[in-house]
């Protein structure tokens, strides 16, 4: 099992930025850690979604949350139109058909390489205790920290009116850690299992898009709290922010390759830009294929 690492000393400072009590992450052997584990994968089968309230200690929130706001003008801003599936329209299909219903996503991004290397959140993107833990709960091993400089962890800036529209994630599972919430809205709003590899169950997903209420889950994410998601089978969105409180969520990119770098063009349309090291990197692929 990939948790029985042993912890390195380093690790036990993990205890500013993560709440050891809650969160046995410097003991995932012990009766404690073991049975964290054993809720974590739970509520992933169950539900698609493992929510950990607090995970963050307090003065960890209050910093990250301080640093948000010092870099959110640096955020890079983007609005665009999607579909659940993030793919471009196809008139060949017909007009109420999932594919074509195109909603507007406005937000920003503070990339990963303004983001201090001393930070809370680096800190624990960079612990082989928290790539330990996460890869117990998702039961996938190994898993890898991405080595893209610009997208390893951007922290999404969603400001009053922003909405991140109903969506399938293109990656399997996403891991995200609430900086700071909004004051109302920002919700988070999911239906566990709405497709599946043997099923894109193209009548439920219109039917959520329609407005049908039925299956869909919230979350108020608050500040401090992480959150395990399996997002490429649960269609889920991020209610508009209300009030004059920017919400917060890091977004730490843990990954079944080692020291994996988006393409130029990948990172300039996600993130605005792209550095020297993904033009070297476009220059070879990752695994042979065209890209
Ligand atoms: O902001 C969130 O809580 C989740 C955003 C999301 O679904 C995504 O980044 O794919
Ligand atoms: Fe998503």
């Known amino acids: 099992m990939a948790n029985s690492q042993p912890l390195s000393a380093a690790d036990w400072s993990l205890g500013q930025s993560i709440d050891l009590d809650r969160y046995p992450l410097h003991d995932l052997d012990g009766v404690g850690g073991r049975a964290l584990i ?56 017909p007009a109420e058909h999932p594919a074509r219903h195109f909603q507007t996503r406005s937000q920003g991004f503070i990339c990963a390489d303004l983001i201090p290397a001393d930070s809370d959140i680096v800190r624990l993107y960079e612990s082989e205790a928290v790539t330990a833990f996460l890869s117990a709960c998702l039961e996938i091993a190994p898993i890898y920290p ?16 922003e909405v991140f529209p109903w969506h399938f994630d293109g990656n399997e599972f996403t891991i995200t850690i609430a900086l700071q919430g909004a004051e109302g809205g920002g919700l988070f709003e999911y239906v566990p299992n709405l497709r599946s590899p043997e099923d ?23 500040a401090g ?42 990172s300039i349309d996600g993130y605005g830009r792209a550095t020297e090291l993904h033009y070297r990197r476009s220059a070879q692929s990752h695994d042979g294929l065209r890209e």
Do not use: K
């Open 146 to 161: 991405s080595a893209d400089p610009v997208a390893c962890m951007p922290i999404s800036v969603q400001r009053t009116g």
């Open 38 to 93: 054993a809720r974590c994968r739970e509520a992933l089968h169950d539900d698609g979604c493992c929510h950990l309230e607090g995970f963050l200690t307090e003065a960890a929130v209050a910093r990250s949350a301080a640093m948000a706001e010092a870099l959110a003008p640096q955020a890079f801003r983007n609005t665009t139109r999607h579909n659940v599936y993030i793919t471009p329209d196809d008139p060949s299909l």
């Open 200 to 222: 894109e169950n193209y009548d439920g997903v219109r039917r959520v898009l329609d407005g049908e209420r039925g299956l869909v889950r919230q979350l108020d994410l608050r």
């Open 225 to 266: 709290d992480l959150q395990i998601f399996l997002g490429r089978y649960s269609l889920h969105r991020v209610t508009a922010v209300e009030g004059a409180t920017t919400r917060f969520i890091a977004a730490p990119a843990w990954i079944r390759v080692p020291n994996y770098v988006n393409t130029v063009e990948r």
